[in-house]
C-alpha cells in the first residue's frame, strides 16, 4: 500500500513454529505492502543471520548477540524499511525490535534497559505502528516446527521458548495501543481473516487519531 505521506511499518511477532511468517506473507499480499523479515533481508544481514542461527557456528555470546541483531536491524532500517516508508509505501516485517526484548531480553536475562536502549540508537527511534503477536501454545509451536531443521533458537529447551512466551505476553500488555494479540491455533485462512480485521481496527484508529 502508497500513501500521500509516510507509510505505516506493521511487525509480526511470535516465538519460532508459531506462523507469524506466513501470515506477514498474507498481511502484506492484502495490504500491497512491501515484505520483510529480520534477521538477514539485505546482504550484510544476510552474513549476520549465518552466524546468529546456523547451528554449525561457534557459540554466541547473549551480549554479542544482541550487538548482531541490532547490526542486523540498523542496516534493514537504513536499507529497506526507512527508504520505503519515506515514500510513502506500508511495511510489513517479519519480527523487529520487540524480537529482540523477547529472546534477548527476556529468553536469555539480558538487562532490558539496556536493549531498549539499544534499539533505540539502532533503528533511530522507529517503532511499528502495530505489532502483530500471533500467539500459539509451546506444543502447537513445536508440533508444527518437527520435522524441519532447527536454527540455533529453535534448538534452545522448553525453559527458554518459554521465557520468550512470556515476554512476548508482558510486551503486548505493556502496550495494549499498538499490539494486537491473535490466537495462531487455527487454519491459515482463520488466523489470516482475524490478523485482517484487527489491523484494520488499529490502522483505522490511527488515522482517526492523526498519528
Not at 107 to 131: F, K, N, S, Y
Request: some cysteine; overall charge negative; glycine content about 14%.
Amino acid at each position: 500500500m502508497t500513501a500521500s505521506g509516510r507509510g505505516r511499518l506493521i511487525a509480526l511477532e511470535g516465538i519460532d513454529g508459531c506462523g507469524k511468517s506466513t501470515q506477514a506473507g498474507v498481511l502484506a499480499g492484502r495490504l500491497g505492502a512491501l515484505l520483510t523479515f529480520e534477521p538477514g533481508a539485505t546482504p550484510l544481514g544476510t552474513a549476520l543471520r549465518t552466524v546468529l542461527l546456523d547451528r554449525d557456528q561457534p557459540p554466541v555470546a547473549g551480549r554479542t548477540e544482541a550487538l548482531l541483531m541490532a547490526a542486523d536491524r540498523a542496516q534493514h532500517v537504513a536499507e529497506v524499511v526507512e527508504p520505503a516508508l519515506a515514500a510513502g509505501t506500508w511495511v510489513v516485517t517479519d519480527r523487529f525490535s520487540a524480537s529482540t526484548l523477547a529472546y534477548q531480553g527476556y529468553g536469555r536475562d539480558l538487562d532490558r534497559g539496556e536493549l531498549m536502549d539499544l534499539i533505540e540508537w539502532a533503528t533511530h527511534g522507529l517503532t511499528p505502528d502495530v505489532t502483530v503477536l500471533v500467539d500459539v501454545p509451546l506444543d502447537v509451536a513445536s508440533s508444527r516446527r518437527r520435522g524441519t531443521v532447527g536454527d540455533r533458537f529453535e534448538g534452545e529447551g522448553t525453559g527458554f521458548q518459554q521465557r520468550v512466551a512470556d515476554g512476548y505476553h508482558r510486551l503486548a500488555g505493556e502496550s495494549p495501543t499498538t499490539w494486537l494479540v491473535v490466537d495462531g491455533t487455527g487454519s491459515v485462512d482463520e488466523v489470516a481473516a482475524t490478523v485482517w480485521s484487527g489491523v484494520q481496527d488499529m490502522i483505522d484508529r490511527l488515522e482517526d487519531g492523526g498519528e
